[in-house]
């Protein structure tokens, strides 16, 4: 396994994906199935962006809560 290849596990791994998803992807890798490789990051990306969008729907509730607050101690 070569330096670009552990890059890619580990950036895999720091985003969540399991050791089965690391496996098909590396296995693409090394048929040069790029297509496949693009459309498995494809919806790793949208599961990650709707996980973003998730948080930032908290992060809204929380800004609501504080502002609430202060504008109520006012």
């Known amino acids: 396994m070569d330096k670009k290849d552990q890059c890619i596990i580990m950036c ?4 969540g994906c399991n050791q ?3 496996e098909k992807y590396l296995k693409m890798s090394k048929e040069n199935d790029i ?3 693009v ?10 962006l709707e ?3 998730e948080k930032q729907e908290k992060l ?3 800004d609501y809560i504080i502002f609430k607050l202060k504008k109520d101690k006012k």
């Open 51 to 53: 996980q973003i969008h």
């Open 39 to 48: 459309k498995m990051l494809s919806c790793i990306r949208c599961r990650v």
């Open 35 to 37: 297509e496949g490789m």
């Open 60 to 62: 809204d509730c929380l």
């Open 20 to 22: 089965i998803t690391i």
């Open 12 to 15: 895999l791994q720091e985003i």
